[in-house]
C-alpha cells in the first residue's frame, strides 16, 4: 500500500489532466475536421482571421477552398475557416 500510496498524486494530476484537458482538445479537433470535410459549394462561411465569405469551389486535392468575398475571390485553406463564427453566422436569428 505505501508503494502506491506514493504514486497516486501523480496518478490523479494525469486523470484529471486528461479529463480536463486533453479530451476536450480531441473531442474539439474531430468536430473542426468534420466540420472542414462537411463543407460544401454555398455554404457561408467566416475564416478565424474574420473575413467573411460563400464558398465557391472546394479542392480535394489540396484541402483547399475558393471564398467570394465582396473584394473578390480568394483561396484558403479549409483548416483557416472558423467552426463557431460560421455555425453562428448560419445559425437563423433569435426572436425579439
Known amino acids: 500500500m505505501g508503494d502506491i ?3 497516486l ?3 490523479l494530476i494525469f ?3 486528461y479529463f480536463f484537458m486533453i479530451r476536450p ?4 479537433q474531430k468536430d473542426e ?3 472542414a470535410s462537411e463543407l460544401k459549394k454555398g455554404d457561408r462561411v467566416i475564416t478565424k482571421s474574420g473575413l467573411h465569405g460563400k464558398i465557391m469551389e472546394l479542392n480535394d486535392k489540396d484541402f ?4 467570394e468575398t465582396m473584394a473578390g475571390k480568394l483561396k484558403f485553406d479549409r483548416s483557416a475557416i472558423s467552426m463557431e463564427l460560421s455555425k453562428k453566422l448560419n445559425a437563423p436569428a433569435a426572436k425579439k
Open 9 to 11: 498524486p501523480m496518478i
Open 5 to 7: 500510496g506514493q504514486f
Open 25 to 28: 482538445q480531441m473531442k474539439r
Open 15 to 17: 486523470v484529471v489532466a
Open 33 to 35: 475536421k468534420r466540420f
Open 64 to 67: 483547399s477552398c475558393i471564398l
